[in-house]
Nanobody, 128 residues
């Protein structure tokens, strides 16, 4: 089983930065954190969960939603079983609960249903 725990959310002003962390606990005998692609998604009140960013298990490839491209950076440290989402130039429309997720496939995917494991989420609120 895989458990993911997000942290780093909070209340900030527009233009500020935040770094979210996602610490993984892997309890399988066949795969470790370093073999899962990782993604970040967000969900605002009354809206569907949407893709934010994803990174391959090696960290060699990334993909971003157009709404965050150039402002957010996804990264990972496999030695620490931790993924990160650095969010710069935050806007009020970035306000949402942010979730990290792990995908057992080896291709980058942006649809929430494709991800096998999810964290509980961390709230990010950006005031104007």
């Amino acid at each position: 089983q895989v458990q993911l725990v997000e942290s780093g959310g909070g209340l900030v002003q527009a233009g500020d930065s935040l770094r979210l962390s996602c610490t993984a606990s892997i309890r399988t005998f066949s795969r470790t954190f370093s073999s899962y692609n990782m993604g970040w998604f967000r969900q605002a009140p009354g809206k569907e969960r949407e893709f934010v960013a994803t990174i391959t298990y090696t960290g060699g490839s990334r993909r971003y939603a157009d709404s965050v491209k150039g402002r957010f950076t996804i990264s990972r440290d496999n030695a620490k079983s931790t993924g990160y989402l650095l969010m710069n130039s935050l806007k009020p429309e970035d306000t949402a609960v942010y979730y990290c997720a792990a995908d057992s496939a080896y291709v980058l995917r942006t649809t929430p249903d494709n991800y096998n494991f999810w964290g509980q989420g961390t709230q990010v609120t950006v005031s104007s």
